[in-house]
């Protein structure tokens, strides 16, 4: 379905038509397909819904610069479109951060967060420095990179489906846009931010994840909420972990999120 969410329009996927609702945010450089090996898993007993972030897939011509803050607003507009007060919000790297935001500034909306190799924290220079690579060079020079760092050597080596996916976004993928987006996510504002956050939360960690190692992922599940964010570790995951691990990923957050139950 189309939305309008802030000064632009996207895509939203849904699935399952009862039970709670959950939200899904996705990475830097993907659209919401990269959730789609879990939503089927993820849509018993919920209503799922992933949308595209602002200069991702349908959303590619959002208006610029791309910022934190317009984007934690998107996912309150979101929100909002779907009619929907609250929601179990779900984030992976980028999504996660985008995720972080919107708690920090509208807590209410939130029925739960979950983070899924996500930092609470930038890194400005690296950031930066892949913003410089692809005003200069162009996407290409930036592919494999940025592929070795979301999956392990086997599925690279493989050629999965996840990977085949991943390399046709970044392919595919505006320079300018590219930029402006990890510019804006250099200014990522939520560090310790999030220690009165009032609903439950969970951090997933991939323990083959080159980008947020697992005590990475540990440090920012100790900084949410008042006693720290449960914490569970995705054996054999990389970054994209949706990608790779569907399957455990699924267990785990079907294992945090509540569903509506068939009673006999």
Wanted: with cysteine.
């Amino acid at each position: 379905m189309r939305i309008h969410a802030s000064d632009h329009e996207t895509t939203v996927t849904v699935r399952g038509t009862r039970g709670p609702a959950v939200l899904l945010v996705h990475s830097l450089g993907l659209d919401r397909r990269m959730w789609d090996p879990v939503l089927d898993r993820l849509a018993a007993g919920r209503r799922v819904f992933a949308y595209d972030v602002r200069g991702h897939g349908s959303a590619a011509g959002a208006p610029l610069p791309f910022t934190m803050a317009a984007t934690a607003a998107d996912l309150v507009a979101v929100l909002d479109a779907l009619e929907l007060d609250t929601a179990h919000v779900a984030g992976l790297s980028l999504g996660g951060a985008i995720a972080q935001s919107a708690a920090v500034a509208a807590p209410a909306r939130f029925a739960s967060l979950t983070l899924l190799a996500a930092p609470d924290r930038a890194l400005p220079e690296a950031f930066e420095e892949r913003a410089r690579i692809a005003e200069t060079g162009g996407m290409a020079p930036l592919i494999e990179p940025t592929l070795e760092r979301w999956f392990t050597p086997g599925a690279l080596a493989a050629d999965t489906d996840g990977v085949r996916y991943a390399r046709e976004c970044l392919a595919s993928f505006d320079p300018v846009t590219w930029a402006s987006i990890w510019r804006g996510y250099g200014g990522l504002d939520v560090y310790e931010r999030l220690r009165g956050f009032p609903a439950p939360a969970l951090a997933l960690a991939g323990d083959a994840d080159a980008s947020i190692p697992v005590d990475g992922m540990a440090a920012i599940a100790a900084r949410i909420g008042v006693g720290g964010a449960e914490f569970e570790v995705v054996a054999g995951a990389p970054h994209i972990q949706t990608l790779e691990r569907p399957e455990a990923v699924a267990d785990a957050l079907g294992g945090f999120l509540p569903a509506e139950i068939d009673i006999p």
